[in-house]
């Protein structure tokens, strides 16, 4: 019978860890979410750059799930950023308003098309300096359009990813960008997309902020944290959601 790990052997064998070893340890962990997640993929639905932008601003403090029952009818109405910028701001509120902060929400989506209008032709840059200059636009929006409109990699530092990554002994940092930078160190950067994404999907399916499913999590052995949720494989089997509830 193996010999089970106790939590101070633990704690133990990853206070010893080199910065070598936390590199390894980090990409065997992103080729095992890869086994386990082959499908990963930004959950939000987008037809081009512009509806994915507007999409990641709107999922703000809101699932992917409600956005994604909601632009449908926002991207039918104003299919381009010349459309949107020119919209009477109360018939934007109505389409958006089963979404949080909808009226905040709506500022920023015709405050950006605005800007893509008056200031690059009407198309989404496929840059970080002048993504973020768009209003209601910061790092993460960005890496998420970047990434997965443009193919450019980008790290994407959600709830999720900043949960796991600390949880994983990746970084202690709780600032985004430091975050986005300690882990980039870690993982080649033509990666940098689909971690995001892995991470992501690990954090809304098993590894949640309350309860993880520690007991049927893949990672155990490779995580410091394995035992902050249940380890019974039975118990910790009913904590696992199949779909994207947050």
Same mark, same amino acid.
């Given at each position: 019978m193996a010999r089970v790990e106790t939590p101070a052997a633990r704690a133990r064998r990853f206070a010893k860890e080199t910065h070598l070893g936390l590199v390894r340890r980090a990409r065997k962990i992103d080729r095992v979410l890869a086994d386990t997640y082959p499908d990963a993929h930004c959950e939000l639905d987008f037809q081009n750059p512009f509806q994915l932008l507007i999409a990641t601003v709107l999922s703000a403090q809101t699932t992917? !799930? #409600?956005v994604n029952m909601t632009t449908p009818a926002l991207f039918a109405k104003y299919p381009t950023p010349e459309d949107l910028a020119a919209a009477n701001p109360e018939d934007v509120e109505q389409i958006l308003k089963s979404?949080?902060?909808?009226r905040a929400k709506?500022?920023?989506?015709?405050?950006?098309?605005?800007?893509?209008?008056d200031e690059f032709g009407g198309e989404v840059p496929p840059s970080m300096d002048k993504l973020v200059t768009l209003p209601g636009v910061g790092r993460k929006t960005a890496n998420v359009v970047l990434g997965n409109a443009f193919g450019v990699p980008g790290i994407t530092v959600d709830t999720?990813?900043?949960?796991? !990554? #600390?949880?994983?002994?990746?970084?202690?940092e709780t600032d985004p960008v430091k975050v986005e930078h300690e882990v980039g160190e870690l993982i080649p950067r033509k990666d940098w997309t689909m971690l995001s994404h892995r991470l992501i999907w690990h954090g809304r399916r098993m590894c949640?902020?309350?309860?993880?499913?520690c007991g049927v999590c893949p990672l155990a052995d490779l995580c410091?944290?394995?035992g902050e949720g249940p380890i019974d494989a039975e118990e910790a089997r009913k904590l696992v959601k199949d779909g994207p509830p947050n």
């Open positions: 992917d !799930v #409600r979404l949080g902060f909808f709506t500022k920023s989506v015709m405050g950006l098309s605005v800007a893509l209008r999720h990813f900043g949960r796991l !990554v #600390r949880r994983f002994g990746w970084t202690q949640h902020s309350r309860r993880p499913a410091p944290s394995y």
